[in-house]
């Protein structure tokens, strides 16, 4: 049986290409990030499917007036199993991609993908679509020889993962939850390493924060008349840095790194022009921290820097938090964990091991309602990066992995 299965897996390269460039031919880029959402990607995908033999679909359109057509599409697509237990094996990728970047970076149009012996080169050829192919590729390899799988399979295509899935996964839990069961078994193939040996159980938690510090604007001559509020913005983004980093000082050797961290990322313009005392700054801070902490902590600390600052330049500042994202971890004796390392071993002869990252998955929402989620793929890690590449031999080897998933009874 497994030979068969693998052999298929095999021979459908050709497949695999086909589906991965027609993919990338469509961007499915958020409004948030300047683009008009996953609706035609979802509809080729779709129709692709069912042109193939997948023909249980189901649509769940989140509504979001600024997409085009006005929704964020999921899409569902089910391969019945041979159980009478209700185990089901959960797959879940995502549809949507980020921009390009500097186009002048890449060596070919991002989307256009390009091969070059078993590397396909393209905007979101790996993030996410080397797992998106690879789920289709182990459905596909039931479906076309007749073969039920044991579990049943469910494979999930979620909208707006890469801006915080508020659109994707958070939507579906919050309208549809009964789509998901306690007992479910969900691998998420969108994290991993070049050898296939990690195993992600555990996510920081992530905050995103808005600074906004209010001073008064002067002329550049005359800074004694105002309060400036670039250098109070400045301030208080290093010592945010520096002070939470020692505050939180606590190691972890299952995350990498294995340690809390605070960055000041994204900074909003000011005045235009050189002559002027800015009156108002706006910075953001990254901030990805160990589940030992809770937010409560995190904040009654950032309030107490931001009152330090407050009073030694004389202004106010302010904060709202864009996302917040905790989670717990999964348990590493859980069935998926157990199922995925022996499958792993199996396709590719390593033996990984559970780890901790500072990125954010949908397995955080996931593991918030007690669903046990693994988040696993062998990959070369070049997503978001200018000429993003995805090898032909990691989405049949992962193809393969997946297909004995389905196969596993426990």
């Not at 295509?157 to 996964?169: H, K, L, N, Q, V």
């Not at 990066?385 to 049949?396: D, G, M, S, V």
Request: proline share 5%.
């Amino acid at each position: 049986m497994k030979e068969k299965l693998f052999s298929w897996i095999d021979n459908s390269i050709d497949l695999a290409v086909e589906l991965e460039t027609e993919l990338t031919k469509r961007p499915a880029v958020s409004p948030d990030s300047g683009g008009e959402g996953e609706l035609d990607k979802c509809l080729f995908l779709e129709e692709w499917l069912r042109s193939h033999g997948i023909t249980q679909l189901e649509r769940y359109d989140a509504p979001d007036t600024r997409a085009k057509g006005g929704v964020r599409p999921n899409l569902i697509a089910t391969i019945e199993g041979s159980d009478n237990k209700n185990e089901r094996l959960w797959i879940m990728s995502h549809i949507d991609v980020v921009p390009p970047g500097e186009e002048n970076l890449w060596d070919n149009d991002p989307w256009t993908v390009m091969r070059t012996g078993s590397k396909l080169i393209g905007r979101g050829v790996e993030d996410n679509q080397q797992g998106l192919v690879s789920s289709v590729l182990a459905s596909l390899t039931f479906v076309k020889q007749g073969i039920k799988p044991s579990r049943t399979i469910k494979l999930l295509f979620a909208a707006d993962e890469e801006i915080g899935s508020a659109y994707g996964i958070v939507w579906l839990i919050k309208n549809k939850r009964e789509l998901f069961l306690k007992n479910d078994m969900v691998l998420i193939p969108d994290g991993g390493d070049k050898k296939g040996e990690y195993i992600e159980v555990a996510e920081k938690n992530i905050y995103w924060v808005r600074f906004t510090t209010h001073g008064k604007q002067a002329h550049g001559s005359r800074p004694d008349l105002g309060a400036n509020a670039f250098i109070a913005g400045s301030d208080l983004a290093a010592s945010l840095h520096l002070e939470m980093t020692e505050i939180f000082y606590e190691l972890d050797k299952m995350f990498e790194p294995p340690f809390s961290t605070f960055q000041p990322t994204k900074k909003e313009a000011n005045v235009p022009n050189i002559n002027t005392i800015p009156g108002e700054d706006i910075f953001y801070m990254d901030m990805r921290v160990l589940p030992r902490y809770s937010g409560k902590e995190i904040f009654c600390e950032v309030d107490k820097i931001k009152t330090k600052i407050e009073k030694k330049y004389h202004v106010t500042i302010e904060y709202s938090i864009i996302q917040s994202t905790e989670s717990k971890p999964t348990p590493v004796n859980c069935v998926i964990v157990k199922n995925l390392t022996s499958a792993v071993m199996e396709v590719y002869g390593v033996n990984p091991h559970p780890i901790g990252i500072g990125g954010g998955t949908m397995a955080a929402y996931l593991r918030n309602i007690d669903i046990d989620c693994a988040v696993w793929t062998k990959t070369d890690e070049t997503l978001h990066q200018p000429n993003e590449y995805a090898l032909l031999e990691n989405i049949t080897g992962d193809a393969k992995v997946m297909a004995l998933l389905a196969m596993y009874k426990e």
